[in-house]
C-alpha cells in the first residue's frame, strides 16, 4: 500500500521553504519555475485528498503562476518586473525563515524554563553569624555613606585643608592609633578620626575601621539613619 503523508504548515511561505530546504538549496537561488511546480504539485496532492486548501495557498500559487508566465515572455518586455516579484518572494521568504527561527529558539527555551524553579526572598537574619558583623545596627553602607559625606564636606571647604607629608600609613599602625584614641575618650565620632585629609590617610583609617569591627575590637553604633555613628572601645556603653 502506498501512502502518501502531507505534513501541517503554518501557511503558504513555510510550505515554499519546506520545498525549497527539501531540495537543499538556498532562498536566493531557487528557481521559480521549479518551485511553482513544486507548490501546485502538493496543492493537487491535498485535492486529491479531499482536503481543505486555505485561500492563503491558492493567492500564493496565483502569485507563482503569474511570476512564471512572466519568465516564459520575451525578457525585454518584462524582465525587470519579472525581478522585483522574485526578489521580493526572496526577501519575504529570508524574513519568514528568520522568525521561524527565533520561534524555534524561544521554543526551546520555554522547554528550558519549565524546569527552573524560584521562591520568594528569605529573611537570612537567622543565619546572621553575629560575631563577624558590625553590630549595633551599623553595616558597611552606614560606613561609606558617612564617609562620602565627610569627604564631599571637606570638598567644599575652602581653602582646601590638607597636610602635605611622606608619612607612610598601614593598616595595623592605625589600628593601634585608634585603639590608643579609644583608651583615652572610650568613645569617639567616626568622622573625627579622619584628622588628617589625605587619600592615604583616609583609605587606610577606614580600612583600620573595618578591620577592627570584623575582630570585634571595637563596638560601632548609630542612634538613628543618617545621624553621626559612634566608634566605641569594646564593651564600653
Known sequence: MYEINIPEFEGPLDLLLHLIKKDNISINDISIENITNQYLAYLNKMENLNLNIASEYL??????????????????????E???LRENLINRLVEYEQYKNITSTFKRLEETRKDVFTKSPSNLLEYKDE???IDYGVDLNDLICALNSFLNEKKLEKPLKTKVTNKEYSVSKRSIEIKNILKEKK??????????????YVVVTFLSILSMARNQEI?????????????????VL
Open 82 to 84: 519579472e525581478e522585483d
Open 131 to 133: 560575631e563577624n558583623n
Open 187 to 200: 568613645k569617639v565620632n567616626f568622622v573625627d578620626l579622619f584628622d588628617v585629609f589625605s587619600k592615604e
Open 59 to 80: 493567492v500564493m500559487s496565483a502569485e507563482l503562476i503569474y511570476i512564471k508566465s512572466l519568465s516564459l515572455l520575451p525578457k525585454m518586455e518584462n524582465e525587470e
Open 219 to 235: 563596638d560601632i553604633e548609630q542612634e538613628q539613619n543618617f545621624k553621626n555613628i559612634i566608634i566605641k572601645e569594646k564593651g
